[in-house]
């Protein structure tokens, strides 16, 4: 496995990282709708990609626990931390929920309607790879078009069921489930035919390839409208949201590749940043909160917003990303009860980077919500 494999993958994962945050900074309006169209798919495809299927088929359960290990328990942890914190500050802080409304979502596991948390990920990401894990154990021999069939009915049965249930949000969002596990298989297929190596096919090429992918993204995008999968909202279809899933990570992975073969630093501070990608991304909701909280009735910032109605932009974008990493890097690493709940195991000092080969088989790595 070569560097610039490796590194182009670090990238593509820290970019989209930072247009998640990016995301949760601005109000919802046509550049978010675009945004969206790509920007969770990536995780998504990238752990397809990466999933080193022949490494767990022998021993799924203990792959599985693993796995449980390291989304679910920070997903118990952390929203039953936010039950808790919420009782604290409620009346003071009102999110249009009553405490007793916000402890009876989060016993349902998905939800409320339009106030459903980041947490969403982890739970997704979690139930998708498992039912990944068991189709690639007993479907890996059967014919390709076993494999294409699930990943095309797969978006459908999660809407079919969501109507089937007659409610906005299912239980465990099991259909966002099935949306992810779509991109899963892409990214599974992608590897039978290319492992993880680059995307990239020759300069010239290539150009006219992403230029091409980037037109078709922004217009099915844009068309499609915005998407927010834990929202169970997939635009005005789940199949462009699927085109645009695939379309947009390929563009970014192929980008990603030119700027870690020309700047190496670069996707250095991406691999680092990476490290702690699955805490930064459990924080930076907070940090925008609290920012919205206490300084967003200062009429000064309706002047300093990039996006008019985006309260306090320019220092939440920065502010979310700088704080969430200083936690990550400086004070979760330095406590064993915060790793086993941020991480869902406790790591004595500073976790290592990982190895070229851990990149490739660990599973870790794209699972992570970054």
Not at 259 to 288: D, M, W
Request: with cysteine; net charge positive.
């Amino acid at each position: 496995m070569t560097s610039k494999r490796i590194s182009w993958i670090d990238l593509t994962k820290a970019a989209a990282l930072l247009t998640v945050i990016f995301v949760h900074s601005t109000p919802r309006d046509d550049l978010t709708a675009v945004l969206t169209g790509f920007v969770l798919p990536v995780f998504f495809i990238l752990y397809g990609v990466a999933h080193s299927s022949e490494k767990h088929r022998d021993n799924l359960r203990q792959y599985i626990a693993g796995r449980f290990r390291a989304l679910m328990i920070p997903y118990f942890i952390l929203t039953t931390a936010m039950v808790f914190l919420y009782l604290a500050v409620y009346p003071q802080v009102d999110v249009g929920l009553t405490p007793s409304n916000f402890v009876f979502w989060s016993l349902y596991g998905n939800g409320p309607p339009g106030r459903v948390t980041h947490l969403w990920f982890l739970r997704t990401m979690f139930f998708a790879l498992v039912l990944f894990s068991l189709l690639d154990k007993y479907l890996h021999d059967r014919p390709p078009v076993v494999r294409y069939l699930i990943l095309l009915l797969s978006p459908a049965l999660g809407l079919w069921l969501r109507a089937a249930f007659g409610v906005s949000l299912i239980p465990w969002s099991v259909d966002s489930v099935l949306v992810a596990l779509s991109f899963m298989m892409v990214g599974q297929e992608i590897r039978k035919h290319n492992r993880t190596g680059s995307w990239s096919i020759g300069p010239a090429f290539d150009i006219l390839s992403v230029g091409a992918s980037l037109t078709l993204f922004v217009a099915v995008a844009w068309l499609n409208g915005y998407v927010n999968i834990g929202e169970s909202i997939y635009g005005n279809s789940v199949y462009a949201y699927l085109l645009t899933g695939v379309v947009g990570t390929y563009v970014v992975g192929v980008v990603s590749y030119y700027v870690c073969t020309r700047s190496p630093k670069i996707c250095g501070l991406a691999a680092r940043f990476n490290e702690f990608g699955q805490e930064v991304y459990e924080i930076h909701p907070l940090i925008i909160q609290t920012n919205i909280e206490l300084f967003s009735g200062l009429a000064i910032w309706q002047y300093l917003t990039v996006y008019p109605g985006a309260p306090l932009f320019l220092v939440n974008f920065p502010l979310a990303i700088l704080l969430s990493w200083i936690l990550a890097s400086r004070v979760i690493v330095r406590s064993g009860a915060l790793q086993f709940a941020f991480r869902g195991w406790r790591v004595k000092g500073k976790p290592p980077e990982p190895s070229f080969s851990e990149v490739e088989n660990n599973n870790s790595v794209p699972s992570n919500p970054n």
